[in-house]
């Protein structure tokens, strides 16, 4: 394993909705990773890292290990300037496949996998002039998997129909904007099922540059309807996520430019006719943060909350002690509300190219990947995060206690979580440490940290009626 640096750790969330924390890792990649894919290539439910290595002309593919960790880099040849990609099963064979987007070569490379976190020599597909994004899925609803490209010099849209043995189709030529389509992803805009797609169409403007957001609703068979238009900032990167719930996409742009604010994060959730309703954005302050990545949605504290990470370089107009660049995060609050955000150091001068999340350690919470151009690197964020216990009531009468478990080592304070359960209501719920009570609660549910001295002790959980009966459980812990 090539591990250049490790680091621990802690972030606060502000305004008192809980702390978040991560573990840092750096792995090395190759030489300018533009792109990051976190997926399982060699079908054993582990995720694994996959970069876009620009200037290597190769893909860097680290398999997991399941705690978190990745093993030995290996290296797959692509075409010229890869700038995007993603991973799909183009064969129907169960076993992940990767497609690029190559830049240079006007083309997408399709790496066709072995099962085992290997692939066969890429095979190269000729798109329009200047391809800039890529985007994998089934488009036209025949369960194969398709390949759509934004051609940035050509102004155009590719589609590569997938015949479901790693082959394609005949080109499908769409016209794209204006001036350069680029920044393409895919999403349900309008909750109907299907994968639409959305495009910036960059470099509008005169005396002060913006891109234009183009959605296509899919009409099937690979016919689109360009049914919005609306102007943003300059664009560095667009996100699909679903923000509020429901069953339509929603979209965040982060963006760079002449406007007020200079960088942030715009949110918009989707009307369902492929219109969007702008939402309160996030502040990317000007003045310590340039060139926001992508931004993800994901739960980083067990809320039930979709909260926003983004990373970005250091540093802005003003002078500032920090010289380091950052993963920033946004915890949602109860309202919708999201407060400033608060940031992970990754060092000075590494330059964050995009944001990746998916579970690395296996431990139901969402982790961060950042791939960093400057020191050629995918810095591995593993979150750490108390996450809150869910502790559903007992089937029958009684306490049923989901924090500390019976003869756990536990460190002070001792979180105790349990919710009992009675014959008639609880009206409240008690906690007694080695026979003496040291807390209590209204109603039938306790969540509570307590300091606790070193050895072992009795912990009781005891459930008081309205009738004055009493549940009780009890556990044995040792406190370190």
């Known amino acids: 394993m090539s591990v250049r640096s490790v680091a621990c750790l802690l972030i606060l969330t502000a305004s008192g909705f809980g702390q978040t924390s991560f573990s840092k890792q750096t792995y090395a990649t190759g030489n300018d990773p533009v792109d990051l894919i976190v997926g399982d290539v060699n079908h054993d439910g582990i995720p694994d890292l996959i970069s876009i290595d620009k200037s290597d002309n190769a893909v860097s593919v680290r398999l997991g290990n399941g705690d978190g960790t990745f093993r030995a880099r290996s290296s797959f040849a692509v075409g010229s300037s890869p700038v995007g990609g993603s991973t799909a099963d183009f064969q129907k064979d169960g076993r992940a496949d990767i497609v690029t987007v190559n830049q240079g070569s006007n083309n997408v490379s399709v790496l066709i996998g072995n099962g085992d976190g290997t692939f066969q020599t890429h095979r190269e597909i000729a798109v329009g002039s200047g391809p800039d994004s890529i985007v994998a899925g089934d488009f036209n609803g025949d369960g194969k998997t398709d390949v759509i490209t934004a051609d940035y010099n050509s102004n155009t849209i590719s589609i590569l129909p997938g015949k479901g043995d790693g082959t394609f189709g005949t080109r499908i030529v769409l016209p794209a904007g204006t001036q350069h389509p680029y920044k393409l992803v895919k999403g349900d805009f309008n909750g109907d099922g299907k994968l639409d797609l959305l495009f910036a169409d960059c470099c509008q403007g005169t005396d002060v540059a913006f891109d234009t957001l183009h959605v296509l609703l899919n009409q099937g068979n690979f016919q689109f309807k360009n049914v919005t238009a609306f102007n943003v900032s300059v664009t560095e990167a667009l996100h699909v996520g679903r923000i509020n719930g429901d069953a339509k996409d929603d979209l965040a742009v982060s963006y760079q430019g002449c406007h007020t604010p200079c960088e942030g994060v715009s949110l918009y959730t989707s009307d369902g006719d492929g219109t969007f309703t702008p939402k309160a954005g996030l502040a990317v302050s000007e003045l310590l943060w340039n060139s926001p990545t992508n931004a993800v949605f994901v739960d980083f504290n067990g809320d039930g909350r979709l909260d926003v990470a983004v990373a970005a370089t250091c540093c802005g107009e003003a002078v500032s002690n920090n010289t380091q660049d950052a993963v920033l995060l946004f915890v949602q ?3 919708g509300s999201y407060p400033d955000g608060v940031l992970t150091l990754l060092g000075t001068g590494v330059h964050p190219s995009v944001l990746a999340t998916g579970d690395l350690n296996r431990d139901k919470k ?15 964020l593993k979150n750490t995060t108390a996450f809150p216990i869910v502790c559903s009531a007992p089937s029958t009468s009684g306490v049923h206690i989901c924090s500390p478990s019976a003869g756990a080592t536990v460190s002070s304070p001792v ?10 209501t609880i009206s409240r719920t008690e906690i007694w440490i080695d026979y003496v009570k040291r807390y209590q609660a209204s109603g039938s549910k306790v969540d509570v940290s307590l300091p606790i001295a070193t050895g072992t002790h009795r912990i009781a959980v005891q459930g008081v009626q309205t009738s004055g009966a009493t549940v009780k459980s009890v556990v044995n812990v040792t406190v370190k």
């Open 366 to 380: 969402p982790d961060l990947v950042v791939a960093t151009l400057t020191n050629h690197s995918l810095t591995v």
């Open 415 to 424: 979180h105790i979580v349990a919710t009992a359960k009675g014959t008639t």
């Open 333 to 335: 609050q109860p309202d």
